[in-house]
């Protein structure tokens, strides 16, 4: 799997790296339930696609894994953050931020990592902010 995760804080930090796959969706979508089930706590998330080489994935496959992520129960406001240095990368994080559908969950993509992590770290209504 094209991907590892390192948890910082009260962020996961997810590293992306090859070509991602439908089965790296579907991958993802199964550990990021568990790791809250480890954590007891809701983490912000940061997505870096530095390594990424590609996607080969149909668009079907985007919408799928939104309407997985809709019916998760996310039960407090979270965020994630994309950092997309390529249009390749920035086109693909905004199609799933598009895609959404979870109320408790944003979505953002930023051009930097030090922008994620700034946004990340910002209050939101009903919990603390990352570290507090």
Not at 57 to 75: C, M
Not at 79 to 107: G, H, I, Y
Request: net charge negative.
């Amino acid at each position: 799997m094209p991907f590892t995760h390192a948890i910082e804080d009260r962020v996961v930090h997810i590293r992306w790296s090859g070509v991602l796959t439908q089965g790296d969706l579907e991958g993802i979508g199964k550990l990021m339930p568990q790791l809250v089930r480890q954590l007891g706590f809701v983490p912000q998330v940061l997505h870096t696609y530095d390594a990424v080489t590609g996607c080969d994935f149909p668009p079907l496959a985007v919408y799928e894994h939104s309407e997985q992520r809709r019916q998760l129960h996310i039960p407090q406001p979270s965020r994630a953050a994309s950092v997309a240095k390529t249009a390749v990368v920035r086109d693909m994080a905004r199609v799933f931020q598009l895609l959404n559908r979870n109320p408790n969950l944003e979505l953002e993509v930023f051009a930097t990592e030090e922008a994620a992590r700034a946004w990340l770290l910002e209050p939101l209504a009903g919990r603390e902010p990352a570290g507090g």
